[in-house]
């Protein structure tokens, strides 16, 4: 499921999560988008554990100005001046074409990393989520982070997460669920 949606946490209700966990229960992969704030709290779906979080980046491989970061972002993929459809009675001002305009977001980064996902799972069929989550993190390159932004696994790398073969192990905090602490 590829999905360029998000609600705040004060939206979720029992039926959305019903719904996310019967998704996991199936097997079924969801990829969405973090979100355009430049806040480290993306949306959800992104706060759910069995959802492929994807942030911007910029031309220069490193996080957006405007992606939400943080850790509920898995990855990262390019999400500025990609070309898109447009709704068809208007006309681009860059490009002067009807239909076609340049865009950016983390909707335009997201549908890169769900379609490396369908590709690994045409590919072959019977890979679970859990293998195909490990050979896209695991292949996924670290991004500089001196912003004091981050994200869990790093920019998307198409030819090294087809190519590469299912870690011995891999290892992944579970840090989705973490969004406040208390201090009493």
């Known amino acids: 499921i590829n999905m360029s949606m998000g609600w705040p946490k004060i939206l979720e209700t029992n039926r959305l999560k019903q719904a996310f966990l019967k998704a996991k229960e199936k097997g079924i992969i969801i990829v969405a988008s973090s979100g355009n704030n430049n806040k480290e709290f993306p949306v959800f779906p992104c706060g759910y554990d069995n959802v492929i979080c994807v942030g911007a980046t910029d031309n220069q491989g490193q996080i957006a100005d405007f992606s939400n970061w943080g850790n509920k972002v898995d990855l990262l993929a390019p999400g500025e001046a990609i070309l898109s459809t447009i709704p068809t009675q208007l006309e681009s001002r860059m490009l002067r074409i009807k239909n076609f305009d340049y865009k950016k977001g983390?909707?335009?980064?997201?549908?890169?990393?769900?379609?490396?996902?369908?590709?690994?799972?045409?590919?072959?069929?019977?890979?679970?989520?859990?293998?195909?989550?490990?050979?896209?993190?695991?292949?996924?390159?670290?991004?500089?982070?001196?912003?004091?932004?981050?994200?869990?696994?790093?920019?998307?790398?198409?030819?090294?997460?087809?190519?590469?073969q299912a870690p011995k192990v891999f290892v992944s905090a579970q840090l989705k669920n973490i969004s406040e602490q208390k201090i009493s």
Request: glycine content about 4%.
């Open 106 to 164: 983390s909707s335009q980064a997201r549908p890169m990393v769900a379609a490396i996902v369908a590709t690994m799972k045409g590919l072959n069929p019977e890979q679970s989520v859990d293998l195909i989550k490990a050979r896209l993190f695991s292949s996924a390159h670290k991004v500089d982070d001196t912003q004091m932004r981050f994200v869990n696994f790093g920019s998307v790398d198409m030819k090294a997460a087809l190519l590469n």
